[in-house]
């Protein structure tokens, strides 16, 4: 049986969807990961400070998958990047489940775009000012093909107006 190389992402009530191709190769234990979770229907938001990002968290937690160069780990972050993390409870002021450990998939709809996070100056659990951003190493996973993009990256920029809305993930 060949393992799947492709992931279908959909924002039903705004008609958008896109077709991203997997990176066994730089990503193999991240797309494992995340293809473990799937099908998955989820919310999608905006990310709150990294520009062109938007989100969905993984309906579990996953652990033991290092967010680092073996998985393809970059803080540098660009337009069709599909990529994955996890925030640990108290890594982070006010994170994407506050008090609660998440596994998140993001992606990269625009030029400008930096995945990072609010940070104390004090250390964990982050919740004594001064603050600072901290950019975030995120696993690159996946890219999306632009030639299926259905409204999928306008749909992204909208999560910021239009707020939180049902994502379906599946593989093929």
Not at 23 to 29: G, S
Not at 52 to 59: K, Q, S
Not at 135 to 149: G, I, P, W
Not at 152 to 165: N, V
Request: hydrophobic share 35%; aromatic share 10%; proline share 6%.
């Amino acid at each position: 049986m060949s393992r799947p190389t492709k992931l279908h992402f959909s924002i039903p009530s705004l008609d958008a969807s896109i077709t991203a191709t997997l990176h066994w190769e730089e990503a193999p234990r991240t797309c494992a990961a995340v293809l473990a979770a799937l099908p998955f229907t989820s919310k999608a938001f905006h990310g709150r400070n990294s520009g062109d990002e938007a989100v969905c968290l993984l309906p579990e937690c996953v652990g033991g998958v290092p967010q680092d160069a073996s998985e393809g780990g970059t803080e540098g972050h660009s337009r069709n990047m599909v990529l994955f993390g996890t925030e640990a409870a108290g890594s982070c002021y006010g994170g994407a489940a506050a008090g609660t450990s998440v596994s998140e998939v993001a992606w990269i709809y625009g030029p400008a775009a930096q995945a990072q996070y609010w940070v104390s100056e004090h250390g964990p659990p982050h919740t004594e000012p001064p603050f600072r951003f901290q950019k975030a190493t995120l696993n690159h996973f996946a890219t999306f093909d632009e030639a299926t993009d259905k409204n999928f990256y306008k749909a992204s920029g909208a999560l910021q107006r239009r707020g939180e809305q049902d994502i379906r993930i599946w593989a093929e």
